[in-house]
């Protein structure tokens, strides 16, 4: 059974860095697209970026300026940084898998992390 | 990006009954890359239907998906207690991905 699993501070400051890591357990990264969405409370999903695992990327326009998601295949993991954050950041952020290629929907999520913007 | 908006916002149906639930793009999804997501309180989503119309894995087929072009569909034939939850249109034809608003399905 392939499960994903976020971990990370849940609690940054304005201005400074948010960092996530997702764990995946149960298969192998090999030939899969892993995306980052996130939800702010009371907003709908909002989709963040994805990384395939050659190493491609695809980020949301609305973020691209502040968004890197990076892979660790050989862990089994991959990570979401996203630097200068504001209260408009404080949201669940989850990780989750696409199958068979860049147009897929997701068949795996994890159950996401709240990370809160506050000082 | 493509806007979706499902309705209704909120369903309030008995367990036996049917559910329908609508999610309406701002312009056409292409391919009909439109997929359901269904999410309990605490829990990751789960995905119910791709492509408009197939169902995914071990989904029982009391869930179907129509629909193409702007205006799709989600059905639940009879509803079954673990079946009131909150249900997400999503749109991966186009990026950025986009996702409805939800529909939240409550016994009434």
């Known amino acids: 059974q392939v499960q994903l699993q976020e971990s990370g501070p849940g609690l940054v400051k304005p201005s400074e860095t948010l960092s996530l890591t997702c764990v995946v357990s149960g298969d192998s990264m090999k030939n899969y697209y892993w995306h980052w969405i996130r939800q702010p409370p009371g907003q709908r999903l909002e989709w963040i970026g994805y990384?395939?695992?050659?190493?491609?990327?695809n980020y949301n326009p609305s973020l691209r300026s502040r968004v890197t998601i990076s892979l660790a295949t050989s862990k089994n993991q991959f990570s979401l940084n996203l630097t200068s954050v504001t209260a408009a950041d404080t949201a669940v952020y989850s990780c989750?898998?696409?199958?068979?290629?860049?147009?897929?929907?997701?068949?795996?999520w994890g159950q996401g992390a709240l990370v809160t913007v506050s000082s | 990006e493509i806007v979706l908006t499902q309705s209704p916002g909120t369903l309030s149906l008995s367990p036996g009954e049917r559910a329908i639930l609508s999610c309406r793009a701002s312009?056409?999804?292409?391919?009909?890359?439109l997929a359901w997501y269904q999410q309990k309180p605490g829990q990751a989503p789960k995905l119910l239907v791709y492509g408009a119309s197939n169902r995914a894995a071990g989904i029982p087929d009391r869930f179907s998906g129509s629909g193409s072009g702007t205006d799709f569909t989600l059905t639940i034939s009879r509803l079954e207690p673990e079946d009131f939850a909150v249900y997400y249109c999503q749109q991966y034809g186009s990026s950025p991905r986009t996702f409805g608003q939800g529909t939240k399905v409550e016994i009434k």
């Open positions: 312009q056409s999804v292409s391919g009909r890359y």
């Open positions: 990384i395939y695992s050659s190493g491609s990327i």
């Open positions: 989750a898998r696409a199958p068979w290629g860049p147009v897929a929907p997701f068949d795996y």
